[in-house]
Structures are given as C-alpha cells and as structure tokens.
C-alpha cells in the first residue's frame, strides 16, 4: 500500500513572488487557466528562499489537488498541456499531478507520463545522463 505523501506547509515568504508570478502567468492558474482564487503555491522541497523556478500561481482546485486532494481525471486533460509547458515549476507540477492520477486506467495519463523525465518515487525531474564523448565511446568497444 502506498504511503500518503508528506504534507508541505506553505511558507508566508512565498508570497513575495506574488507579484513575479502574476505578470508572468497573466493571473490566471499556471496549470489549468482558471482565474478563481489563484495564489502562489510553491513546489516541495522549498529552497532557501522563495524561487520563481519552484512557484506557480495556482487556482484553488489545482492547489487543492498538489496537496493530495482528488482530483477527476476527465477535468485533468489539461495536465496534457500543462507538461509541456517553458516552466519548470508547471511543467514539475503538472508531472506530480499526472503521477498521482497514473491509476486512474485512463490512456491519456500513460502518454503524457510517458512524455516527461520525472521520477515517479520522488517527483523530481530525473538528472541528465552525463554525454560520453565520442573517442571514449569507441575505446569501451
């Protein structure tokens, strides 16, 4: 059985971004688009201090949903998007969120999932392969 994951608290210092995040997302919910009660929400584990790479503006629902709240598979198609997204706190969130919803026996999750390069054990985007130069490469042959 899976362990419920860790519960972050969200920092007060976070809403120092609020104004960073606002003009980069338009006010509107990073993830879904959706204007109703949008908010910074930054991403577990906090660095030192607030860092727009690791917040998004998000709304209620998709804020609701990164604490561990449901969220309904069908209404989630914009996590399709969302993982594309320049970003990198959406493009991480949207992949937590889809890793949640991989159960849900819906096509749509495995493809998307399948998209991104996130590890499912710790949410994180997994480290690049170091590049093997090209004479090393023939000299391991």
């Known amino acids: 059985m899976a362990r419920a994951p860790k ?3 969200q920092r007060p210092e976070a809403g120092t971004l609020g104004k960073e995040l ?3 997302s338009g006010g509107r919910c990073e993830l879904c688009g ?3 009660e949008v908010r ?4 577990p584990p906090f660095p030192l201090e607030p860092d727009a790479e690791r917040a998004l503006l998000g709304c209620a629902s998709c804020r609701d949903a990164l604490e561990g709240g449901a969220l309904d598979p069908i209404e989630a198609r914009f996590l399709q998007t969302a993982v594309w997204d320049e970003r990198i ?3 991480l969130a949207a992949a937590r969120l889809l890793i949640a919803l991989d159960g849900a026996n819906h096509p749509w999750t495995r ?3 399948e998209a991104i390069d996130v590890d499912p054990e710790t949410g994180e985007f997994r480290a690049p ?3 093997v130069e090209e004479s090393t490469r023939r000299s391991r042959r």
């Open 129 to 131: 392969e170091p590049e």
């Open 22 to 24: 606002t003009r980069r």
């Open 40 to 43: 910074v929400y930054e991403l």
């Open 111 to 113: 493809e998307a999932l």
């Open 34 to 36: 959706g204007r109703g």
């Open 89 to 91: 706190a959406v493009k």
């Open 7 to 9: 519960r972050w608290r």
